[in-house]
């Protein structure tokens, strides 16, 4: 079974930057390469979204409307993480933000597809 880690959470000021990582551990032999990953967050009273998902190979990237340009995935399969780069972060960005994998990146932009889930880290984003 693979397991996926976050980091990098954190209290920071609008218009700052942050920088999530996730770590992919155990059974990920085969596993890690074979599927896209994505963030996702969810603020209190609101569903999880969809935040940003990159393909297996790392040459597609998609964001949703509310993160594009100023957020950044990428993935480092070599060793097994993924990243987020947050900038110009606002005060609506503060959220748990779950790492997934996916069996694409145009489902996870969909929210579906979804085979395994971090635990989360906290972003919290102050104005």
């Known amino acids: 079974q693979m397991q996926l880690v976050e980091s990098g959470g954190g209290l920071v000021q609008a218009g700052g930057s942050l920088r999530l990582s996730c770590a992919a551990s155990?059974?990920?032999?085969?596993?890690?390469?074979?599927?896209?990953m994505a963030w996702f967050r969810q603020a209190p009273g609101k569903e999880r979204e969809f935040v940003a998902a990159?393909?297996?190979?790392?040459?597609?990237?998609y964001y949703s409307d509310s993160v594009k340009g100023r957020f950044t995935i990428s993935r480092d399969s070599t060793k097994n993480t993924v990243s987020l780069q947050m900038d110009s972060l606002r005060p609506e960005d503060t959220a748990v933000y779950y790492c997934?994998?996916?069996?694409?990146?145009?489902?996870?932009?969909?929210?579906?597809?979804?085979?395994?889930w971090g635990q989360g880290t906290q972003v919290t984003v102050s104005s």
């Open positions: 997934a994998t996916a069996r694409t990146a145009e489902s996870a932009a969909r929210t579906m597809g979804i085979t395994t």
């Open positions: 155990g059974r990920t032999f085969g596993i890690f390469t074979s599927y896209a």
């Open positions: 990159v393909a297996w190979g790392g040459g597609s990237t």
